[in-house]
């Protein structure tokens, strides 16, 4: 566990201070290409063996790349385009993004490693809870523990090199007011805002604010605010509330 540590904090601190971060999100989706590359169109296998239609999807899935592929492509086509495509997504990501790409991608980067870290810390407390029933299949509960943490840690560098990626190619920035806008919607369209709290819209929310220059206090302030203000909604009739509403389309007319 020593080890483990020492590993993710000098990954932390290099990434924290903007030690090859770029560099690294690159290795990483090289190694993260060739992967998919090898499971759904082997190198050495026949045509028969490809997966086109699961190649698609697990590209679309991790770097929301959309691409379509023929049976008579042969395997180095494929390759050379899949490598291709998925750079210039990289590319243009980066070039919409333009002067907050590195922040973002460094802010991604970090949020993923403390998040897997911590679900990995907790996984390892409970093998720690039953790993001497092991003895009872004769196996050496110190051999078998040494072997599962290791699994488990290979397994948790894979999922982070995973989100990381999935997340870059995908992310987007909202400006504040889209953001007060979204939520408006929501309770004009009778939604359950609690619910949608809940299934983590308003983390991403929060995580959104965050990137596009708000403090995160400022928008929980705002959630704040909508909360209080639907609570009090509640006791209007529908028609005051549609009233309210239109009054509020207004100022934010205004405000714009």
Known sequence: MNQQRNIVYTLRREVLND????????????NRVSEILDQYVPSEGKKEVRDLDGLKISLYKQFGVDMDFQESQATEEITDKVSQSVKLAYD?????????????????????????????????????????LRAYAQKDPVIEY??????????????IEE???????????VAPNEVDERRFLEEENNLNYQGAEESGSFSQDLQSGAIAGLSNKTVMEQGSKFRASQNDDQNLSRAQR??????????????I
């Open 19 to 30: 030690i090859g971060v770029e560099r690294k999100i690159l290795d990483i989706m090289g």
């Open 92 to 132: 243009d990501q980066k070039e919409s993004l333009d002067e907050l790409f590195p922040r973002i991608q460094k802010i991604i980067y970090l949020q993923t490693m403390d998040t897997q870290w911590k679900d990995h810390l907790k996984s390892v407390d409970k093998l720690k809870e039953g790993i001497n």
């Open 146 to 159: 040494k072997k599962e943490a290791f699994n488990a840690f290979d397994e948790m560098s894979h999922q």
């Open 163 to 173: 989100e990381t990626l999935e997340k870059i190619f995908k992310v987007s920035v």
């Open 242 to 255: 549609r009233k309210l509403e239109k009054k509020n389309k207004s100022k934010n007319k205004i405000k």
